[in-house]
């Protein structure tokens, strides 16, 4: 009797197990499923009959977010795609904590369940995939240990899957470019393109109660991934690793064990509430346990090239060249700003005097004849401002803790670094080394030119800021849009601190706007350039425009007095490319920024359903009666004396709220 009961049990084990089911469009074998900790968020792991391991994700059984989606690597050594064996899977919870120096991440505790699925090939060789859920999104990453007597690995292509059930609408830069600065714009799922690549984040509305971000985080001694639609089926993205430039065939080249970065989905009610995730913080791993990182210390900058290019030669603000004269004026405003860093950018340094020699290799060590870096250094340093360098990659790559030392030695205290212009493996190496070289020498970092965040300022806090986008400076050739600059929180902003470059104060409207290099303009109102420095996250945010054009204008007393780091951020609402209705908290103070596109519209808040307590409100907005694009509005009262806020917003307009708990400073 007990042999016939072990073998009843033996059967229900092996079918609920090993049964042929209908997954979304495919048949497949049930492996296993995880949940969030909330329950809210279903992973479920299958085999086709093929021997692929394929997954799908859903939200409490009703919507489904991935069909069911191939996973799977190619290498010259390995192929571990199909007629896979589970050897075993193994599952643990744990909770991820937060204790980033800046930002609303600095002591936050996450927790997360995770399967780890045991693969092998039939010549028997392993590969682990680790899936792992938060209550904001789901991750998963390829492990392949080591096997034998091989000791490297060639990948030349992830077969990586994101499925739909039908055509999503989508916000993302289409169209791969090598600084990763391409508009934003609105396709969809299906029309991302097979002979273009579109950049990570894509963000996807499923419906009114769940959208999506497809992700990349810890990016180490990997090749960044772009997305394309599949050839093979509607409504399927793949992921396509970036090639080595000096092996095209091979897009990794590694020693084992290796592991690829985390593919995540975030996932939330609405567009606007993916902003508050810090999901890929998260999945990258914090500062060695030895590091200290106390001298980290986020503020705004003021910065040369805007304003007057590599030669700094601006008649009005009696900026007569690049020279110490026409910086220290320079800091002087910075200091009249109550700005925390200045930027000296492309110029300083011989072979860079001008922009058609900003990617040339030069060495850094020659500095032109009219400055001295470490007299600007100490006259920085009396103001208790941080004197900033520019430099390109090309110079620095080689040797860059030599270069850091150097500049450490001056006195300088923050490094922009230009032009990376690629996300393959040696770039991405490349990348990792320059900024611990930069923490080495207790230097803060902006990198520009480069691909999008993936976590990096969690292992080093000291890069502060990241380009990876269309910012302002584009103005001085093409028009960048409002429709742009409000897809921006939903997509790029999604994966860390964005550097924008935002500050203009010659702001136009769309009919008059004319690209130029010098007295560069802006198609949108002085609120909307105000409110990007409250939606903008950035940790080394910038002012572009020169003195003349800023000191005692409206919008100037605003940011004097405007933190930077912040401790909470809500996302009230907005929709990708319409409008973004952003809060973010410092002490017990908050800040709204609106930002909207070319439409002419009115906001409702009702400032109870967000805030607790009493407040002086101060809102600066649009002036809706004289449309005066440079002009701003500035009304105060107690937040006791109005229910509901009502704000008129130009198309191209914006507005923020600045909300002052009462009894506190």
Not at 16 to 31: M, N, W
Not at 626 to 633: E, M, R
Request: with cysteine; aromatic share 10%; charged share 25%.
């Amino acid at each position: 009797m007990k042999s016939l009961i072990g073998l009843n049990l033996f059967f229900i084990f092996f079918f609920s197990i090993h049964a042929t089911k209908t997954y979304g469009l495919y048949k497949a074998k049930h492996v296993d499923s995880i949940s969030s900790p909330d329950s809210k968020i279903i992973l479920e792991i299958v085999s086709s009959e093929k021997g692929e391991l394929k997954y799908l994700v859903r939200k409490k059984n009703t919507v489904m977010i991935i069909d069911t989606s191939s996973l799977g690597i190619k290498s010259k050594e390995f192929v571990f795609v199909d007629y896979l064996s589970v050897v075993k899977v193994e599952k643990r919870n744990g909770i991820e904590k937060l204790t980033m120096p800046y930002g609303p991440a600095k002591n936050s505790y996450e927790p997360f369940n995770e399967l780890n699925v045991f693969l092998e090939n039939p010549h028997k060789e392993r590969i682990h995939v680790i899936f792992r859920i938060f209550n904001d999104g789901v991750a998963f990453r390829y492990l392949i240990p080591s096997q034998g007597k091989t000791e490297f690995i060639s990948i030349t292509e992830e077969k990586t899957e994101f499925n739909f059930e039908k055509e999503y609408t989508c916000w993302g830069m289409r169209g791969y470019t090598r600084d990763f600065e391409g508009f934003q714009s609105v396709f969809t799922t299906n029309t991302l393109g097979i002979d273009t690549l579109t950049s990570m984040p894509v963000t996807i509305l499923l419906n009114n109660e769940v959208c999506i971000s497809l992700l990349e985080a810890d990016l180490h001694d990997y090749a960044g991934m772009n997305l394309k639609n599949n050839t093979l089926k509607k409504n399927s993205i793949v992921g396509v690793l970036t090639p080595r430039k000096n092996d095209p065939e091979v897009a990794v080249f590694s020693t084992l064990p290796l592991k690829s970065p985390w593919r995540v989905i975030q996932i939330a009610e609405s567009s606007v509430k993916l902003i508050e995730s810090t999901i890929v913080l998260r999945l990258n791993p914090p500062p060695d346990s030895t590091a200290d990182f106390s001298w980290v210390k986020p503020g705004k900058c003021c910065w040369t090239w805007y304003a007057g290019g590599p030669t700094l030669k601006i008649k009005e603000e009696g900026f007569n060249g690049l020279n110490n004269k026409s910086v220290k004026k320079y800091i002087d405003f910075t200091h009249q700003m109550k700005f925390q860093y200045f930027i000296i950018d492309a110029g300083w340094s011989k072979g860079h005097e001008h922009d058609s020699m900003a990617r040339k290799r030069v060495e850094l060590t020659n500095v032109i004849n009219t400055l001295s870096i470490p007299k600007l250094a100490d006259y920085c340093a009396k103001k208790n401002i941080g004197l900033g360098l520019w430099c390109n990659y090309a110079s620095v790559k080689d040797n860059p803790d030599k270069v850091f030392k150097l500049f450490r030695d001056w006195g300088v205290k923050v490094v922009k670094v230009d032009f990376f212009s690629a996300d393959d493996q040696q770039t991405v190496n490349d990348v990792v080394k320059i900024v611990k070289a930069a923490a080495d020498n207790q230097l803060l970092v902006d990198l520009h030119s480069v691909y999008k965040p993936t976590g990096l300022s969690r292992t080093y806090p000291n890069l502060l800021t990241i380009e990876g986008v269309m910012g302002m400076e584009y103005n001085k050739w093409i028009k960048v849009t409002p429709e742009h600059n409000v897809i921006l929180p939903f997509t790029r902003m999604l994966v860390g601190p964005m550097d924008y470059t935002p500050g203009s104060f010659n702001n136009v409207p769309d009919s008059v706007f004319i690209p130029k290099e010098i007295g560069t303009m802006t198609a949108c109102t002085r609120a909307h350039q105000l409110a990007m420095y409250v939606v903008y996250e950035s940790y080394l945010q910038m002012l572009s425009d020169p003195p003349s054009r800023v000191l005692n204008k409206p919008g100037a007393e605003f940011l004097k007095n405007l933190p930077t780091d912040w401790d909470e951020t809500l996302g009230l609402m907005g929709k990708p490319g319409e409008y973004i209705v952003l809060a973010r908290r410092k002490d017990e103070h908050w800040y709204v920024g609106i930002m909207n596109n070319s439409s002419h519209r009115k906001i409702s808040l009702n400032l109870s359903d967000y805030f607790v307590g009493k407040y002086d409100i101060t809102i600066y907005k649009d002036d809706v009666v004289s449309k005066n694009f440079n002009s701003i509005i500035t009304e105060s009262f107690p937040s006791e004396s109005r229910k509901n806020v009502e704000i008129e917003l130009l198309g191209s307009g914006g507005s923020v709220l600045v909300l002052k708990k009462k009894g506190q400073n």
